[in-house]
């Protein structure tokens, strides 16, 4: 592997320095006009809604908001991110899960519309709010995801009103003055099989319209999620979004029609799906360790990509100019835990300190999930557009990493 995009990733990297994320623009783009055109072929209304949460940079969020998408934040940070780049409140759905008092009177002043996690969430939304649009997550008792932490419906999660009490959340919203609705599933995480995304949906249909209908209540939108994946590992089949979206149509308009629901939106909140496989993870190699394993040190590590030790999620890995396997090999990063092996056992080309090794399908949840562990700065952020790089979040310095603490020396 040799460019992202048009550019030499040597390059990039002697220019601004490693570690280093890397995104390239022309390939979200890509990613995004498949996903819109796969649903528009059968959906008449229906809206994008970038997930936040996968990749937060500002300049990320502005590629979407002039792509057409609209957003969708879990936090108020990330809602005033959106606002920030100019997301108008009909744009923004917010899904927020146990969320404060603090919370939602913030939000609740921006106007934009909310998928509450729970008939509590509602009570707590009443005491800072009256609101007349109210949207509830539903968890359908299962779900799926590329691993067990990042499974959002089911028993075990933590996520949504059981669907068994779903009936009695619509009730007393509308009870207490309620006058416009909306619906919300989490379908799973970086799914690849198409036909999971409608049996979801199915479920949900069959749930929420029978509710819906005896309530008299028209939905303004079905907000089914994220959940579209990629492929991770060469033997991984990409998802058929094409195949997911017809799918989902026919699901969708048998159901509508069947609960006479009106003309509801469909709402998909994509984050991954839109950024991961746009993203690189850039470093250098600092050191070559011939132990018990073949270690091959480099100079970022969970601090920067924690996916790995939180999940065992598996992250390709190639090394500049260079291809083919003679060696196995764990790369492993600077940080003071041995679940800081941000590759385990993957073949490799030989390598020498200096080399340059990047981690591929790393512009979701890469970033937005680093943190200063261990003391160590967070890594420059740069958009690769067409012949320009351009560095859109600069390294960080001891200063920046210091400048929150009120500190001064005891004498």
């Not at 934040?73 to 899960?97: D, H, M, R, W």
């Not at 997550?137 to 009490?165: Q, S, W």
């Not at 060696?327 to 200096?354: F, H, R, T, W, Y």
């Not at 003391?375 to 351009?390: F, H, K, S, T, Y």
């Amino acid at each position: 592997m040799k460019s992202i995009g048009n550019l030499d990733i040597r390059e990039i990297a002697n220019k601004f320095g490693t570690p280093l994320y890397v995104y390239d623009k022309s390939r979200i783009v890509g990613n995004y006009n498949r996903l819109y055109e796969a649903f528009s072929k059968y959906f008449e209304k229906f809206k994008i809604h970038y997930s936040v949460k996968a990749n937060s940079n500002l300049h990320i969020l502005e590629i979407m908001k002039n792509l057409g998408a609209g957003i969708d934040c879990s936090s108020p940070f990330e809602l005033k991110l959106a606002l920030l780049v100019g997301f108008q409140p009909e744009e923004i759905v917010y899904t927020g899960n146990y969320e404060s008092f603090e919370d939602l009177e913030f939000v609740s002043q921006q106007n934009v519309r909310i998928n509450l996690d729970d008939i509590t969430s509602f009570w707590r939304l009443k005491k800072v709010s009256n609101p007349e649009f109210v949207s509830f997550r539903v968890n359908p008792g299962i779900g799926k995801g590329g691993f067990e932490g990042i499974t959002t419906g089911g028993a075990d999660a933590k996520f949504g009103v059981p669907y068994e009490l779903l009936h009695q959340a619509y009730l007393d919203a509308k009870a207490s003055g309620a006058t416009r609705f909306g619906i919300h599933i989490m379908t799973g995480s970086n799914i690849l099989e198409p036909y999971y995304f409608a049996e979801v949906l199915e479920k949900l249909m069959r749930i929420a319209g029978r509710i819906f209908k005896d309530l008299q209540i028209k939905p303004e939108y079905i907000d089914i999620g994220g959940g579209f994946g990629i492929p991770y590992t060469d033997d991984e089949i990409e998802l058929d979004i094409e195949t997911s979206a017809r799918l989902l149509a026919e699901v969708f308009k048998d159901f509508v029609e069947k609960y006479d629901l009106g003309t509801p939106e469909l709402k998909i909140e994509p984050g991954r799906f839109l950024v991961a496989n746009a993203g690189y993870l850039v470093t250098k190699v600092t050191a070559i360790k011939n132990g018990y394993k073949k270690f091959i040190g480099i100079d970022a590590g969970m601090n920067m990509l924690i996916r790995p030790a939180l999940y065992g999620a598996i992250h390709r890995v190639k090394i500049y100019g260079k291809d083919g396997a003679v060696q196995m090999a764990q790369v492993c990063g600077q940080i003071c835990e041995n679940s800081d092996i941000l590759a385990k056992n993957v073949p490799l080309p030989e390598v020498v300190e200096g080399d340059i090794l990047v981690f591929l399908d790393a512009g979701a949840y890469g970033f937005s999930m680093a943190s200063n562990y261990n003391g160590r700065p967070l890594p420059a952020e740069v958009l690769v557009d067409g012949n320009a790089a351009i560095e859109i979040r600069r390294r960080q310095t001891f200063e920046d990493y210091i400048s929150l603490i009120n500190y001064r020396k005891l004498v």
